[in-house]
């Protein structure tokens, strides 16, 4: 099953995550990131790259996390592939702290 870009990633956009993809699979605009989930290869590099722990495989969304599913699926279709490491957010660290991530 494909990984998913959740909620975490709204507001920071660290985009480390596309520097792992071996498939570049990796989409975004100017909130966030979405995982094309018929490019994703579920290799699972994307996981550790991410500071905010915003990337899951779909088996481990809980309930109110599934709606990210049809969300990347919509998304990744119409924004551009993201291939380099962008600037994060204004605020991007305040976020990162926030959600508990140092
Ligand atoms: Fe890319 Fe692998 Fe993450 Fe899928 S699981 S988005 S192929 S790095």
Redesign the pocket.
């Known amino acids: 099953m ?2 998913v870009v959740t909620g975490n990633c709204s507001d920071c956009r660290f985009t480390d ?1 596309v520097l ?7 989409h975004g605009d100017d909130q966030r990131m979405y ?1 094309d989930p018929v ?9 550790p ?1 991410c500071p905010v722990q915003a ?1 899951s ?1 779909i088996a481990d969304l809980s309930e109110d996390q599934r709606m990210w599913i049809d969300i990347n699926a919509e998304k990744s279709s119409s924004t551009p592939v993201i291939r380099s490491k962008q600037t994060p957010l204004p605020g991007a660290e305040e976020r990162r702290a926030a959600l508990g991530f140092s």
């Not at 792992?20 to 990796?26: I, L, Q």
């Not at 490019?39 to 996981?47: E, L, R």
């Open positions: 494909p990984h995550c792992v993809c071996p498939v570049a699979c990796f995982i490019a994703c290869v579920d290799c699972a590099a994307c996981i790259a990337i495989e």
